[in-house]
């Protein structure tokens, strides 16, 4: 059971106001699939994203509300064709299980696991019941762009594996040429930093649901080196364009930016009064700066600079035997950290970040390394995602993105720009007349994984995609209305 606190989470209700019957009725805005646009077949290519994940899992709700079948049933408006996904059955509609809240203890709610209903054939491997029939939703979760040639991937991928015969080896790019699509989405690479994010830059980190760590290309924890990137795109767009079909490529939004990464400081903030915490030298105890810095330097660390006063209260490894206080501005506490950096008695609360005591400390013995008062007690890697790290991804975010760009331009397709979409969504609190936002839970744009999107974000998503396809084609195909069509955000019990 995971427990999140979070206070003022409010329930938003949207009214819709009818016009007057006795006005003159308008046109309607005509529609068109534009310019030598043939959606008979389309096909969406890409990862989790494509695929609906959310909630930290794959199930059917979630599969009925991708970003795609929103796009499938406004091509259909426009001569579109049907658009088949690799659905879990009714028995089986939980899929790969995901994450529910189921009650609320006060203002907070509890997060528990689904576990009936799954479609997971082994729950040691991750195997998933097998799909069979015809299938347009290549959404692969877990799958990275420098994978997209790599034939071992097609088993060692639970959600690749349930969409080919029974001990396939095939190539992503293969499986995507074979669909033969008249039109496409593609929407793939945020793996290739997402995993390096989740894990705090550190190979040791949780793997957050949807990043699957086995593969044989590279090491998922790690962000893809960008030559690599580069012509794995270069072998994906051609395969898609190889008969001339036309599509809409997305860009990368700043991962950097998830509610993954950006919901605990704020927590641990509101928890210490709406300002996060500092630690003051001399404790209570006693201790010095001097002493508790010494006690770093005797673990084998540096000295994390501790001064006399007030100092940034968490220390944590900013990479091998390097630790640094934390500035609660540019280094960020993980959502995979949470329930470490809460526990009453090890966490925040008891001197994590700081110093503990040790408990094999003699007062009679002579203090030396193996005899101190008190251990080095720094915050593990893998929950910080610090301020290098986060630019170390901000660099190859636009190192792919500029690549995405390039690619579809020469193939004169539309281009979704992700990253500045977020941006503006965080920034004004909506788009598009949707007032969402990027807060966990209570936003309505990211599922309770922190990280992948609900209904209603796969919606606003989906309308970008229209709105960067009748761009470029000179096209006029409706933009969903998300408002009036009342498309859910998080379920609240």
């Not at 003022?8 to 009214?15: D, E, K, R, V």
């Not at 997402?194 to 290309?217: E, N």
Request: with cysteine; aromatic share 8%.
């Amino acid at each position: 059971m995971k427990l999140i606190s979070y206070k003022n989470i409010a329930y938003a209700a949207l009214g819709t106001l009818a016009l007057a019957a006795c006005k003159p009725k308008l046109e309607q805005t005509p529609i068109s699939k534009g310019k030598s646009l043939d959606f008979t077949k389309y096909v969406a290519v890409g990862n989790s994203l494509t695929a609906g994940f959310a909630d930290g899992g794959l199930y059917r709700d979630a599969q009925i509300n991708s970003y795609p079948n929103f796009l499938a049933g406004q091509f259909k408006l426009v001569g579109g064709g049907d658009f088949p996904q690799p659905l879990f059955s009714e028995a089986q509609k939980n899929g790969s299980g995901y994450q529910q809240i189921t009650e609320w203890n006060g203002s907070t709610p509890v997060i528990k696991p689904v576990i009936t209903e799954l479609a997971v054939t082994n729950a040691t491997t991750g195997q998933l019941a097998r799909h069979e029939g015809p299938n347009n939703n290549l959404g692969i979760p877990g799958l990275r762009m420098v994978e997209v040639t790599n034939a071992s991937v097609a088993q060692l991928n639970p959600y690749f594996e349930r969409l080919l015969p029974p001990l396939t080896a095939k190539k992503y790019t293969d499986f995507v040429g074979e669909s033969n699509p008249t039109f496409f989405t593609c929407w793939l690479g945020n793996n290739d930093v997402l995993g390096y994010a989740t894990r705090g830059g550190d190979s040791t980190g949780i793997f957050v649901s949807g990043q699957y760590p086995i593969s044989t290309t590279g090491i998922p924890g790690t962000i893809t080196a960008t030559p690599l990137f580069n012509a794995s795109t270069d072998s994906l767009i051609n395969k898609l364009t190889a008969n001339g079909a036309k599509g809409a490529v997305a860009t990368i939004p700043d991962v950097a930016t998830i509610p993954f990464v950006r919901t605990v400081n704020p927590a641990v903030a509101a928890a210490n009064g709406g300002v996060f915490p500092r630690i003051t030298f001399p404790l209570a105890s006693g201790l010095t700066a001097a002493q508790a810095n010494l006690a770093y330097q005797l673990a084998g660390f540096n000295s994390p600079g501790f001064t006399t006063g007030s100092n940034n209260y968490a220390v944590y490894i900013a990479g091998g035997t390097v630790v640094r206080q934390m500035n609660p501005a540019i280094d960020f506490f993980l959502l995979s950290g949470q329930a470490t950096l809460t526990n009453p008695t090890t966490g925040l609360a008891a001197g994590l970040g700081v110093v503990r005591p040790n408990p094999s400390f003699n007062p009679a013995n002579p203090v030396g390394p193996a005899n101190f008062p008190v251990l080095a007690n720094p915050i593990a890697d893998n929950i910080v995602l610090d301020r290098q790290e986060v630019s170390t991804i901000r660099t190859a975010t636009s190192a792919f993105n500029t690549k995405l760009r390039s690619a579809a331009q020469i193939k004169g397709l539309a281009i979704v720009d992700a990253d500045a979409i977020f941006n503006q969504i965080i920034r004004d609190n909506g788009i598009d007349g949707v007032s969402v936002n990027s807060a966990f839970i209570s936003g309505g744009l990211f599922s309770l994984d922190g990280v992948h999107l609900t209904p209603k974000g796969y919606a606003i998503v989906a309308n970008q995609f229209i709105k960067a396809i009748n761009t470029t084609y000179i096209a006029q195909i409706p933009l969903i209305d998300v408002n009036a069509r009342n498309i859910r955000g998080v379920v609240f019990p």
